[in-house]
């Protein structure tokens, strides 16, 4: 499995490159555009994975799998129904999720799957929306889920979803990946509270992309959380939560109780 | 009056400078860091001005002026509402705002204060608050009205406000401006629209930013648009708004059929 990371160094230098059978490959230039192997080559154990993009945005979908949305008795709707979480809520695997200062109330995980974008896109029709997606990795989208309700007139989704640690991502972006035949399995403290198949996704990553590519311009590095389905749940001070998608990797973030 | 702005000259170079009786001092650096002034002065009449900052995120609240509040019939709220329009929704002074290629619909204005972050700012004590603001500037929080209710189950928030070129911000940033006595003043085609004092505000400025940094990290540049009072209306393709408050100057937008 060949897959693209973020890393740091022992020394605190970051870069980034091609992980294959725990040995990483390193680039020069940019990940989605003149990336270029170095003549650096280094074992997985020296490097610190982070984050393996860098969005400006985390585009987060809600009501996208059939399963979830019949659960709720939700009806599937006409166009991806989306959120904003802000480039500071982005962490990479292994980082602590950390509680909020001011909140002490229930945080949830929600296990998906995740497309990052490749070229800048504005306007795409959906048979050429593949061509955008760089490639796929795992993020956990967490939620302080009694702050969204909290106001009778307007659901805090972004409020809720938003704080810094909230969106976990990686660990790498596959760039070959059948997200037909492949499943998100979310494990808490390693029991397993979500399986399910991402063939019943609502809008298919490509609709995704080419959907909301007329509802805003999407950047290099961007990130759509595709939504998640049945079995999410809260997490405990200190509890860790597992995403994992074969074909991709696992995802691991323990929740801090923080300072 | 002197103020902070970003500007292009003709062979298409992007500065950035203090603006005082139409002359223009370039300064290096970090607008909001080790800004040097330079011996480059300039007639504002030479300068194409721009967006004043370049935000990664623009948090615009709601339901944050008593008047449209008691209006709506909504309770005032306990803490700060918000969504999160993205970096590719900003324009600046003087740039169309462009008719969403899908969207047929009504397109409504809201003149509003936004304030502009000097400072990276987390957790924030409210008293120490105003110390992490760089200024303020105008904006035209635009939305595609008709988006935001067409789900039953959600409400599209991010999505009806967060097209490109649908936050509009300038023409300046104002260090030394007084909220309390300053009124907002939206005309569209140079009928007044809106004229409400900014003194009617629920949350002040230190509030939003303290409140809102302990939600999220908000960094240099980024914007909040503070919430619109009552006048709010759509604009006709080919329409001009103009956003003005007294002390910052006047940011005037037209609508576009756009392409």
Redesign the interface.
């Known amino acids: 499995m060949k897959s693209w990371i973020r890393f740091r160094l022992a020394h605190g230098r970051i870069g980034f490159g091609v992980l294959e059978n725990h040995r990483v490959t390193e680039y020069e230039g940019d990940m989605f555009g003149d990336a270029v192997p170095s003549a650096n080559v280094l074992s997985v154990d020296d490097v610190t994975l982070l984050n393996p993009c860098v969005p ?2 985390v585009v987060a979908l ?2 996208n799998f059939r399963a979830l949305s019949e659960k709720l008795g ?2 599937a ?3 991806p ?9 982005v962490i990479g695997p292994g980082e602590p999720i950390q509680r ?3 909140y002490a109330g229930k945080i949830a995980y929600e296990g998906e799957l995740a497309i990052v974008i490749g070229k800048r896109c ?2 795409v029709p959906v048979d050429e929306a593949n061509d955008y997606i760089f490639g796929y990795t795992c993020i956990n989208d967490v939620t302080a889920a009694e702050l969204l309700n ?10 809720s979803k ?3 640690t909230f969106s976990c991502i990686g660990p790498a972006i596959q760039r070959d990946f059948d997200w037909r035949n492949a499943h998100v399995v979310t494990r808490l403290d390693n029991v397993e509270r979500q399986n399910y198949s991402l063939s019943d996704m609502i809008f298919s990553p490509a609709e995704q992309v080419s959907r909301i590519s ?4 999407l ?1 290099p590095g961007d990130v759509i959380a595709i939504g998640t389905s049945i079995g999410i749940g809260s997490i405990k001070d200190g509890s860790t939560v597992e995403v994992s998608i074969e074909g991709i990797g696992v995802l691991s973030n323990t929740l801090s109780s923080g300072a």
Chains 1, 2 share one sequence.
Not at 81 to 89: A, D, H, Q, R, Y
Not at 150 to 159: G, L, T, V, Y
Not at 214 to 217: N, V
């Open positions: 400006t945005k809600w009501n939700k009806v709707p006409s166009h129904l989306f959120l904003i979480k802000p480039s500071t809520s909020p200062q001011t504005r306007n909290e106001d009778p007139n307007f659901a805090q989704w972004c409020r938003g704080f810094d007329h509802d805003m311009t950047l």
